[in-house]
């Protein structure tokens, strides 16, 4: 099973600011003009990579602690290669 989250649907945050929100570490910034994606390994078990979407404005750096939201509604449920839920 997989949890699949558009990067622009991501909340990120520098301190946790909601409950169910997920602690990872910026590892890759890439400036993209108006928006930077930023890749984050997150602090789980498995040590997961996400992406997430801000905007070109907030600055962040690698190795920068920041705080990851998955809205309930955004996330979509895979297994094998077909949408679940």
Request: aromatic share 8%; net charge negative.
């Amino acid at each position: 099973m997989t949890l699949g989250v558009r990067p622009q649907h991501v909340e990120v945050f520098r301190e946790r600011q909601r409950e169910n929100a997920i602690a990872g570490v910026v590892k890759v910034i890439e400036f993209q003009g108006d928006k930077t994606v930023l890749t984050v390994r997150l602090e789980d078990s498995m040590q997961t990579d996400a992406k997430a979407v801000v905007p070109a404005r907030e600055r962040y750096a690698e190795g920068d602690t920041v705080w990851l939201y998955f809205a309930p509604a955004v996330i979509r449920v895979f297994e094998e290669e077909h949408l679940i839920l």
